[in-house]
């Protein structure tokens, strides 16, 4: 069992950064995949971008990409989120996910383990 709480979020310019934290309690074991997804208000959960835990290898969304950089840190077992340049678009509540294959997948169904989100809220 796997529990992932998220935190960083906050209110910021277009243009400026945010780092989120995705804190995993316990050990991840080394098949895991984390992802973040978003939600913004009346829209589908988005994939965002997505981090192999024992290989480091990433997908990023393509409305992201250049933008956010995804890491993790195996000594806390936490994942990260570093955005920058942000827009007003990417506005929405952002969401660690994980499951339990190396495979980074960007179909939502196939997480199991989510976190309680965190809001980012980026003003014109």
């Known amino acids: 069992q796997v529990q992932l709480e998220e935190s960083g979020g906050g209110l910021v310019q277009a243009g400026g950064s945010l780092r989120l934290s995705c804190a995993a309690s316990?050990?991840?074991?080394?098949?895991?995949?984390i992802a973040w997804f978003r939600q913004a208000p009346g829209k589908e959960r988005e994939f965002v971008v997505g981090?192999?835990?024992?290989?480091?290898?990433?997908y990023y969304g393509d409305s992201v990409k250049g933008r956010f950089t995804i890491s993790r840190d195996y000594a806390k077992n936490t994942v990260y989120l570093q955005m920058n340049s942000l827009k007003p678009e990417d506005t929405a509540v952002y969401y660690c996910?994980?499951?339990?294959?190396?495979?980074?997948?960007?179909?939502?169904?196939?997480?199991?383990?989510w976190g309680q989100g965190t809001q980012v809220t980026v003003s014109s």
């Open positions: 996910a994980g499951r339990g294959s190396r495979s980074i997948v960007a179909a939502q169904n196939l997480y199991g383990y």
């Open positions: 316990g050990s991840l074991a080394s098949s895991v995949t």
């Open positions: 981090i192999s835990w024992s290989s480091d290898s990433t």
